[in-house]
C-alpha cells in the first residue's frame, strides 16, 4: 500500500498519525501448530479455513450488496461455535455441511461473528454456507462506490479495499494475514458494465435481464487483505511483458492515459522477476483506477490488481506534471514489489508490517533507479530519512517492530517510521553486506517461503546465510527500538595522510536532547578526500583513521541511519568544500545540518551557510531541498512580517538565478529533473508570495493563457493563483472545479482550493466541503488542504462539525484525521485543544496521533522562539 499523497504546494503537509506499542493478546490456540501459535491472532484457533467461494450480487444504486459464500473449514478440536471476522454485515442463513443450522451472535465491537450450533462440530474437514448482505461504503473501506460525472450523466463504479483489515465487511472470514486460502469469486455485473478481480476471468452466465454473473479463476492461496474486486464501466488497455499479459483498468473513454503506467509496468515486471529470482506468479498483472482519492492510501497492491486512485495512476497530457510522472511509475514499482515481498510472501502478522512497506518502498527506489537513472530517485533517500527521523526524534515514537493488537492499532500503524524508517534500515543494511550478497539473500528468503507466511526474522536469516555478516544484530538494534543515534565527531587531526577522530554515539531527541541515550551499533562509512573508511560503532565509542585530509564526511553516502554532529571547524571546511562534494552528500548534510541547527545542537546557521555556498548550476535535487528550508524559514516569521519581508529578499536573491537559469517555459531536451525543478522553484516563490512571480501567474490565469489551461506548468500556476488569490479568483477556480467533467482534474481543482492564503477563502473552502458539491470522497481533501496553510481554522471547523466531518474520511484515518489537521499549528493554545479533543474522543489507543501532534506543535513552538533569533542573527550578519 502506498499512503495518500498529499497536495505538494510548498505548503506543510498533514503529519501522519503513529501508534505506540501495546500489549499483545495470548492467542487462544491450544490445539494450533507450534509455529502458528506464536503468531498473533484475534480469532480462536480451533478452525481454520481452507478455501472460499463467494457469489455476490451488488446494489450499487442502493449502495448494499447481497452474497453467499461456501467456505471449506478444517476444525482443528471439537466446538459447538464457530467464531470469524465480519463487520456491518448482517446474516440470513448459517449451516454447516448442509444439514445444521447455527444461531449467529455478533461483536460490533471485536468485528466478530460468532456461530454456535447444538452440538459439537466433530475435527475435520466441513462445509460453511452462509447467506448474508452488508453495506457498500462512500469511503475507501470493504466494498465501497466512486461516483464520477461524464457527457451522458452520473457514473457509480465499485472497488474494494481490504487492507488494513477490511476483507470482513466483505466477507465473513477469518481476515488475519497468516490464514492463506484460494479464493473462487463469481459476481453479478449489469449490462454493459465489466469487473475485475486477482485472477482472468473464467466463464460468464448471461440473465435474463442483461447482467452477467462473472466467475474468476481460483486464486493462489493468499491473505484475505488482498482480494479484489471492481465492477463498473471500464475499459481495459493490455500488453505482454516476459509472459505476463499486463493490464491497466480504467472507467471508459480513460483508457489511453493508463498508457505511461502500462508501459511502466511492463519494464518493471521483468526486472523484477530477475531481481527476486522467481518470475511473476500470477496469468495477469492489473493496475485498476479509481476517481476521487482517500485520506488513508493511494494505492494498493492486491494482488493481480492493484489499485490505485487515478491521480497516481493516470497521466492527463494536460495537467500531468514531470514530478507526477515519475511518482506513477515510482508508487507502481512499489505495488509490483509487493506482488513478490507482500503477495507470494506474506508477513504473519501486522506487526511485521514494516518489512512489507519498508522493503517495498525500498525496492521502488531501487527499481526506479535502475530503470530510470536521470531521475536520480537515489536522491530522494534523504527525504525519506528526514520524513521519518522528524517523527522518530519526538518522545512518541515508537520502534519499527511494534506488537499491534486491535484494528486502531493496524490502521495507525502506516506511518513514515513503517515506511521511511523501514526504507532507511534495509537501505543501511544492504549497504553494510553488499548489494549482491543482499539479492541473494532476498532471492532464497523468496524461494524458501514461497505461498507463505514470515516474520523479519526469516529475512534476516537469508541475508545472514547469503552473506556470512551479523545482520540480525544491527536490524534488532534499528527495529526493535525506537529513535535516532546521534554520533559526535571529535578530533579530526591530520597525520600520515590520515584524519583521526573520535566518533561518539549518542542520541539525537528534540525534544529529550539531555535524556538517557539508547545504545545501537551503528554502521559508519567515513571518507575525508581518499579511500572510504568502513567501521562500526559499538559499545558507545570508536577510534578511526579515516584516509585522506580533505573536508571529513561521517555518513559518506548516506545510507546510515543517523545523525553526525561536527565541529566547527570541521563543518567549516564542508562549507568551504560544499560545491564540489556529491550531490548525495550535499543533500544529506544539508538536511542533517538544518535538524541539528532547529533542535538546538548548533545554530542553524551551519546548513545556512551551506545553502549559500551552493552554485546557481548545483543538482535540482539539491535546489528542491534549499526551497523548502528557505519556505519553512518563510512559515517561522509568520508572526514577524517586517522580518518576514526582509527574509524573503534574501530568498528571492538566492531563488531568482534559478528560476532565471530555467525559464517558464520547458525548454526542449532539458533534464527531467530540470522541469521538475521549475515548478517546485515557481511554487515556493509563490508562496514566497514573489512579486513578480505572482503577478505573472495572476496574469496568465487571467488571460487564460495556453499554460493555464493545459500543459505541465498548469498545475503550478493555478497554485500560486490559489493560494494568492482574491475573491474573484478564488471564486473563478471554484466554478472551474464545478464545472469539470475529469475526475481526475476535479480533484485537483478543489483541493488548490483549500490553498488560499486569505482566511476569509480558506472558510468559504471549509463550508464548501461540507455541501455535496465536491463529491464524497473530495471533501476531506479540501479541508485538509485548508490545514496546510490555516491549521487552527481547518482543526476548530472539523471539531464544531465533527460528525458531519468524520462521515467524510475513511473509518481507518478517523481517529488521526482531526489531529492531522492541528499537527501544523505553531499556536500554544492548540496543544490544550488538542488535549482536551483527545479527552473527550478518543481512547488510550486512538489518541496516539493526536500525542505525536501535540508533540510537534511544542516543537515548532519552541524552534520559533529559541532557534529563530539566531536565524535572524545569522541573517543580518551576512547582510552587514
Ligand atoms: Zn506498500
Excluded at 397 to 419: G, N
Excluded at 732 to 739: E, G, I, K, S
Excluded at 823 to 842: C, F, I, Q
Amino acid at each position: 500500500m502506498r499512503p495518500a499523497l498529499l497536495l505538494t504546494t510548498a505548503t506543510l503537509a498533514l503529519a501522519l498519525g503513529a501508534c505506540d506499542p501495546a500489549q499483545r493478546s495470548a492467542p487462544a490456540a491450544p490445539s494450533a501448530t507450534a509455529a502458528a501459535a506464536q503468531v498473533p491472532s484475534q480469532l480462536p484457533r480451533n478452525v481454520r479455513p481452507l478455501r472460499y467461494s463467494i457469489s455476490a450480487a451488488p446494489d450499487a444504486a442502493n449502495l448494499r450488496f447481497s452474497s453467499s459464500v461456501a467456505i471449506d473449514i478444517e476444525v482443528l478440536e471439537a466446538t459447538d461455535t464457530i467464531t470469524l471476522n465480519a463487520a456491518d454485515l448482517t446474516f440470513s442463513s448459517v449451516n454447516l455441511d448442509g444439514d445444521r443450522s447455527a444461531r449467529v451472535s455478533i461483536d460490533a465491537a471485536a468485528q466478530t461473528a460468532s456461530f454456535r450450533f447444538d452440538a459439537p462440530v466433530a475435527p475435520g474437514r466441513h462445509r460453511l454456507n452462509i447467506d448474508y448482505a452488508g453495506v457498500i461504503n462512500t469511503q475507501a473501506a470493504g466494498l465501497f462506490a466512486l461516483d464520477y460525472t461524464t457527457e451522458s450523466g452520473q457514473r457509480r463504479a465499485l472497488f474494494t479495499q481490504f487492507e488494513a483489515p477490511d476483507a470482513r465487511r466483505f466477507v465473513p472470514s477469518w481476515d488475519e494475514p497468516n490464514f492463506r486460502t484460494p479464493y473462487d469469486l463469481a459476481v453479478v455485473v449489469p449490462a454493459g458494465q465489466q469487473a475485475i478481480s486477482n485472477m482472468p476471468e473464467a466463464g460468464r452466465e448471461p440473465r435474463p435481464d442483461g447482467s452477467n454473473v462473472i466467475r474468476f479463476q481460483t486464486s493462489p492461496a493468499m491473505s484475505s487483505y488482498l482480494l479484489f474486486l471492481a465492477v463498473g464501466e471500464l475499459d481495459r488497455i493490455t500488453t505482454t511483458a516476459a509472459g505476463t499479459e499486463i493490464g491497466v483498468v480504467t472507467r471508459r473513454g480513460a483508457g489511453e492515459q493508463g498508457r505511461w503506467a502500462l508501459e511502466s509496468s511492463a519494464r518493471i515486471v521483468p526486472w523484477f522477476n530477475d531481481y527476486f529470482g522467481t518470475p511473476y506468479p500470477l496469468p495477469k498483472l492489473d493496475n485498476v483506477a479509481g476517481p476521487g482519492s482517500s485520506q488513508f492510501f493511494g494505492a494498493m497492491e492486491n494482488w493481480g490488481a492493484i489499485f490505485s486512485f487515478e491521480s497516481i495512476l493516470l497521466v492527463d497530457p494536460a495537467i500531468t506534471t514531470e514530478g507526477r510522472r515519475q511518482s506513477i511509475f515510482e508508487v507502481a514499482a512499489h505495488e509490483i514489489a509487493h506482488q513478490w515481498f507482500g503477495n507470494l510472501v506474506t508477513m504473519s502478522w501486522w506487526d511485521d508490517l514494516w518489512l512489507n512497506e519498508g522493503f517495498a518502498s525500498w525496492m521502488a527506489t531501487k527499481a526506479t533507479a535502475a530503470l530510470h537513472p536521470e531521475w536520480e530517485p537515489l536522491l530522494d533517500r534523504v527525504a525519506g530519512r528526514e520524513a521519518a527521523i522528524t517523527l522518530d526524534s519526538l518522545q512518541t515514537t515508537h520502534p519499527v517492530v511494534q506488537r499491534l493488537t486491535t484494528v486502531e492499532q493496524i490502521s495507525q500503524a502506516f506511518d513514515a517510521i513503517t515506511y521511511q524508517k523501514g526504507e532507511a534500515v534495509i537501505t543501511m543494511l544492504e549497504d553494510y553486506v553488499g548489494e549482491d550478497a543482499w539479492r541473494r539473500g532476498v532471492r532464497t528468503y523468496i524461494r524458501r517461503h514461497r505461498l507463505g507466511n514470515t516474520q523479519s526474522e526469516d529475512l534476516w536469516r537469508a541475508i545472514e546465510e547469503a552473506s556470512g555478516r551479523p545482520v540480525r544484530a544491527l536490524a534488532h538494534d534499528f527495529t526493535m527500538q525506537p529513535g535516532v543515534p546521534l554520533i559526535r565527531v571529535e578530533g579530526g587531526t591530520c597525520s600520515g595522510g590520515q584524519t583521526r577522530v573520535t566518533l561518539r554515539q549518542g542520541q539525537f531527541s528534540r525534544d529529550n536532547p539531555s535524556g538517557q541515550a539508547l545504545s545501537w551499533r551503528v554502521p559508519v562509512i567515513a571518507a575525508a578526500g581518499g579511500r572510504e573508511l568502513r567501521t562500526i560503532v559499538e559499545g558507545g565509542v570508536a577510534e578511526a583513521s579515516v584516509p585522506g585530509c580533505g573536508p571529513l564526511i561521517v555518513n559518506y553516502g548516506q545510507a546510515g541511519y543517523y545523525r553526525t554532529l561536527y565541529t566547527p571547524a570541521m563543518l567549516g571546511r564542508l562549507t568551504e568544500g560544499f560545491a564540489r562534494l556529491r550531490p548525495l552528500d550535499q543533500i544529506g548534510l544539508l538536511a542533517d545540518n538544518w535538524a541539528l541547527g532547529l533542535a538546538g545542537y548548533q545554530s542553524p546557521g551551519a546548513a545556512l551557510d551551506m545553502a549559500d555556498a551552493a552554485p546557481a548550476n548545483a543538482n535540482s535535487k539539491l535546489w528542491e531541498r534549499i526551497a523548502a528550508i528557505l519556505a519553512s524559514v518563510h512559515n517561522m516569521y509568520s508572526a514577524d512580517p517586517a522580518r518576514q519581508a526582509r527574509f524573503d529578499r534574501y530568498a528571492a536573491a538566492r531563488l531568482t538565478p534559478i528560476l532565471d537559469r530555467l525559464g517558464w517555459s520547458p525548454r526542449a531536451n532539458e533534464r527531467a529533473n530540470d522541469a521538475v525543478l521549475r515548478g517546485e522553484i515557481l511554487g515556493t516563490m509563490g508562496f514566497l508570495r514573489d512579486p513578480a512571480v505572482v503577478a505573472e501567474a495572476n496574469r496568465r490565469f487571467d488571460a487564460n493563457d495556453p499554460s493555464v489551461t493545459a500543459g505541465p506548468l498548469r498545475q503550478t500556476i493555478l497554485g500560486i493563483v490559489a493560494y494568492n488569490a482574491d475573491a474573484a479568483r478564488w471564486e473563478r477556480l471554484r466554478v472551474m472545479a464545478r464545472d469539470e467533467r475529469n475526475p481526475l482534474v476535479k480533484g485537483q481543482l478543489y483541493q488548490l482550493l483549500g490553498g488560499a492564503r486569505d482566511p476569509a477563502l480558506a472558510q468559504r473552502t471549509l463550508d464548501l466541503a461540507l455541501t455535496a458539491e465536491p463529491g464524497a470522497t473530495n471533501s476531506s481533501q479540501l479541508i485538509g488542504s485548508v490545514s496546510g496553510v490555516h491549521p487552527d481554522l481547518a482543526f476548530d471547523f472539523a471539531l464544531a462539525h465533527r460528525e458531519q466531518v468524520e462521515g467524510l474520511v475513511d473509518v481507518s484515518s478517523r481517529s488521526r484525521f482531526l489531529s492531522g489537521l492541528a499537527s501544523g499549528s505553531a499556536d500554544p493554545a492548540m496543544v490544550e485543544k488538542l488535549e482536551a479533543y483527545a479527552t473527550r474522543y478518543l481512547t488510550p489507543e486512538s489518541r496516539r496521533p493526536a500525542d505525536r501532534a501535540i508533540a510537534s506543535i511544542r516543537d515548532r513552538v519552541r524552534v520559533r522562539r529559541d532557534r529563530l533569533p539566531e536565524i535572524t542573527r545569522w541573517l543580518e550578519a551576512r547582510r552587514g
